[in-house]
């Protein structure tokens, strides 16, 4: 049997805003995937040894406090450093359409922001994973 896309969705920094990431894991398991929730107020370095230890395809950052340019930079250092950045990475949540580019030149794959459909997310996630 196929195995599930694993994902961990992360909340870096002071950030506190819930709402958009409790929806996505929601409405990801429902379609299939496998979510794990970091919890609040992780570094970059925390998330990246979490994606390690649970061995996930994907990690996904839901960032609404302005910091993502900051806080993208470190993880993909860090990936790069524990050697996983093969893994896909997605960030999601207000993004200003000026800093996409620069986010993918981090080594962000794809930015999701305010209205994003559930169903374009999952379809993304098995595409991308199915090509790593
Ligand atoms: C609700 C809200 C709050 C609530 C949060 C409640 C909670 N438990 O989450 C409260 C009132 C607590 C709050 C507090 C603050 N807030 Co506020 N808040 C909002 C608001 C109005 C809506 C956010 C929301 O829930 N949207 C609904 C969800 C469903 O949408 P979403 O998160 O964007 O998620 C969707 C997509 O982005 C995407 N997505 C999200 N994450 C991810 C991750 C991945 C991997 C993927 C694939 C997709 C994805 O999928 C979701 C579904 O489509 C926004 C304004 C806005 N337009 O976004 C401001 C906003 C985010 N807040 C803002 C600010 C400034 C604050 C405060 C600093 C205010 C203050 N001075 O105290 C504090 C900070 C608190 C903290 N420590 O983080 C600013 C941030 C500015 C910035 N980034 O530059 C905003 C943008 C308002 C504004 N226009 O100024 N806030």
Do not use: W
């Not at 930079?73 to 893994?87: N, P, S, T």
């Not at 794959?109 to 169903?119: E, I, L, Q, S």
Request: aromatic letters at 2%; hydrophobic letters at 45%; a negative charge.
């Amino acid at each position: 049997m196929e195995q599930p896309i694993r994902l961990l969705l992360a909340k870096i920094g002071l950030d506190t805003h819930t709402i958009g990431i409790t929806v996505l894991a929601k409405e990801l398991r429902d379609r299939g995937i496998e979510v794990i929730f970091s919890g609040l107020k992780q570094t970059p370095e925390q998330v990246v040894r979490a994606a390690l230890q649970e061995d996930v395809d994907v990690i996904g950052v839901s960032c609404l406090s302005g910091g993502h340019m900051t806080h993208l930079k470190v993880l993909a250092e860090q990936m790069r450093a524990l050697g996983i950045d093969d893994r896909i990475l997605i960030v999601g949540g207000v993004v200003p359409e000026e800093d996409v580019e620069p986010l993918k030149t981090i080594g962000v794959d794809r930015v999701f922001t305010m209205g994003a459909n559930m169903d374009d997310i999952a379809a993304y996630l098995r595409s991308a994973v199915a090509a790593a």
